[in-house]
């Protein structure tokens, strides 16, 4: 698959110059939609026009900088991934992938992943470390 650097690039100055607005709120344990565009080698790659891809919130720091955990459809057997539903929607959360992003990749709320599932991700992410 070739991928189009040069188009996420354009699409990267429109995300860099978007203002933060004050009344934005987000909170751990949602699942957002976010502008996560074409990464290297076997990092999670966006998908769309927006190189959008869900991403659960694990961590807020302020109202600039997030922990998140990319998920997908598209399941594994793995101690890396964790199967969940949310909306009647089977999805995997990728914990061997959780990053530090910019609140100005958020795009729009997906949904709220349960508690029970919140914990084990994090779990799963502590014993990464």
């Known amino acids: 698959m070739q ?13 860099d110059a978007k203002d933060i607005e004050s ?4 909170h751990e344990r949602e699942i957002w939609w976010c502008s996560t565009g074409l990464n ?7 998908k769309n026009d927006n190189f959008e ?3 659960l919130v694990v ?5 600039d900088m997030l922990w998140v955990v990319p ?3 598209r399941g594994k057997s793995s101690a890396f991934y964790y199967k969940l539903t949310h909306d009647s929607i089977d999805s995997w959360a990728i914990v061997s992938q959780v990053k530090t992003i910019s609140t100005k990749r958020l795009l729009r709320k997906l949904g709220n992943v349960s508690e029970t599932d919140f ?3 994090k779990d799963k992410i502590k014993d990464l470390f």
Do not use: A, H, L
């Open 59 to 63: 961590r807020k720091f302020n109202k």
């Open 119 to 121: 914990q084990i991700i």
């Open 3 to 15: 991928k189009n650097f040069d188009k996420w690039n354009e699409e990267k100055k429109i995300v």
């Open 40 to 46: 290297v080698g076997v990092e999670i790659n966006g």
């Open 23 to 26: 009344d934005f709120f987000y």
């Open 71 to 73: 998920m997908t459809t």
């Open 53 to 55: 891809r869900p991403m």
